[in-house]
């Protein structure tokens, strides 16, 4: 899961978007259990300011009260505007599985980010 945080991260700054916070959530059981990192991310093209919460999810059939270490049993990452309230990826979020391939998918992963900011952009506008 590290080359893929540290990949994603570094792609961030070429397509507009600042990681301003990054959260870790390591062994919480609470109603976020299913957060490993949480990043806000915003946007530096316009519409500049606009939020978006990157999440990196924990495998939901893992065993939630074993010793998981940091960044162990991430299985996708998922992106959207508002911050997460479960580890399913909804129909308004862009999502990433992280298995094998991963990496021939993040030119879509990240088109579909900027398709976020033209939501954005057009909520902003309306």
Do not use: Y
């Not at 893992?62 to 909804?90: C, F, M, Y």
């Amino acid at each position: 899961m590290i080359a893929q945080r540290n990949r994603i991260f570094g792609l961030l700054p070429r397509c507009g978007w600042d990681v301003v916070n990054v959260e870790d959530h390591l062994r919480s059981l609470g109603p976020d259990w299913f957060i490993d990192e949480l990043w806000e991310v915003e946007s530096v093209w316009t519409p500049n300011g606009l939020k978006v919460w990157i999440t990196f999810l924990i495998d939901p059939q893992v065993e939630i009260l074993s010793n998981r270490k940091k960044r162990q049993d991430v299985w996708a990452v998922k992106a959207g505007v508002r911050k997460p309230t479960g580890w399913n990826i909804e129909d308004d979020e862009v999502g990433l599985m992280l298995n094998a391939g991963w990496e021939k998918r993040l030119p879509e992963f990240f088109s579909r980010l900027s398709d976020l900011r033209k939501q954005g952009m057009k909520q902003t506008l309306a």
